[in-house]
């Protein structure tokens, strides 16, 4: 049975494929010019057991940390803007968000904006929203519902009084400032000093998120809700699930000559596993897996003179070559199965 060592070559994602191409040169072997073989000297080889094992082929994508996309935080307040967050701090619920006029101006959750004055005998959904905040925050002695009563001007006081405020009972609309959840600062517009009303902030979500940029024709695996590993650069791999996947867009500015590409975010339930910043991270999907299959080393491939492949086994101080059909490929091994190969059956490779 004519046989040839063959060489290997690395793809991306971790996989490897095999070119039936003898790599005599490299592994220092010479023709026998009767047999038309290499003949190797015994000393170029050694022995390795195959195995069983699960085989995994990889996507990889380089990815960064991000807080999600930003948002301006805009002020109606007529003034000028006497103190600012620092970036990065995260404002909730009751606290300031900035100060005009040195004056607070308070972070409330809800998702109707501040649109009129509150004040004894007003009625409406927002009249519920600003009540079920200052409920939130601890203030008592009043029904939580559409009506703004005496005895929610009466907690409000209490409110105002705490935050340094005139003790009107009143909420001005220019005062308070709707989120749906926790702000983080993710920049200032402004400086401190500028008059306002104007957009001042950039504001964004509190829990990191991964972001990745991947070409459209090899992003078949990217849809939301697909579960993916994010790779720090030093760590473990750390689960996380797609949320979102933009439409694809031309990255180029010649349309014919641009590359398509698609913009994924990843939400990752473990945030202290993840890296303050980004460098080096990355985003891996499982594109094929076989579990239990018996393995070689791609390097004791042997391309065989009448088509396909072998390995050499060695026992007992002997050696035959087994034809293998071949399956997957990944990390330098190769899924094989032949007649009587198993788990710790010896294979020739080079040193």
Do not use: C
Request: glycine residues 10%.
């Amino acid at each position: 049975m004519g046989r040839r060592r063959v060489a290997t070559a690395a793809l991306g994602f971790g996989v490897v494929t095999v070119a039936a191409l003898a790599v005599t040169a490299s592994l220092g072997l010479h023709w026998n010019q009767r047999s038309a073989e290499p003949v190797v000297p015994a000393a170029e080889f050694a022995t390795t057991p195959m195995k069983r094992e699960t085989l995994v082929a990889y996507s990889t994508v380089d990815a960064q940390i991000s807080y999600g996309a930003g948002w301006p935080i805009s002020v109606r307040s007529q003034g000028v803007v006497t103190w600012l967050p620092a970036a990065g701090k995260v404002i909730r619920r009751g606290e300031t968000l900035l100060r005009v006029n040195d004056t607070p101006i308070v972070l409330l959750y809800g998702d109707l904006p501040a649109y009129r004055q509150l004040t004894e005998g007003t009625e409406g959904n927002d009249v519920r929203e600003f009540e079920e905040n200052l409920s939130a925050l601890g203030y008592r002695g009043f029904t939580v519902d559409r009506i703004y009563s005496k005895s929610t001007v009466d907690a409000v006081k209490r409110w105002q009084k705490d935050l340094g405020l005139p003790e009107s009972g009143t909420v001005e609309p220019d005062r308070v400032l709707y989120a749906t959840r926790p702000v983080r600062i993710a920049g200032r517009l402004v400086r401190v000093g500028a008059t306002v009303p104007a957009d001042v902030l950039t504001g964004s979500g509190t829990r990191k998120v991964v972001t990745a940029e991947i070409e459209t024709a090899d992003a078949a695996w990217a849809t939301a809700g697909t579960t993916v590993s994010v790779l720090p650069a030093s760590g473990k791999p750390v689960p996380g699930k797609i949320t979102s996947v933009s439409e694809p867009s031309n990255a180029g500015a010649d349309t014919e000559a641009g590359t398509s590409k698609i913009k994924l975010v990843v939400s990752v339930e473990n945030q202290k596993a993840l890296p303050a910043g980004g460098a080096g991270i990355s985003i891996r999907h499982t594109e094929q897996e076989r579990r239990d299959v018996l393995t070689a080393p791609v390097t004791a491939l042997l391309a065989l003179a009448e088509g396909g492949y072998g390995v050499e086994v060695v026992a007992d101080g002997t050696s035959r070559i087994v034809a293998v059909e071949v399956g997957m490929f990944s990390g330098g091994r190769v899924e094989v199965s032949g007649a009587g190969l198993e788990a710790d059956t010896l294979v020739r490779v080079p040193k």
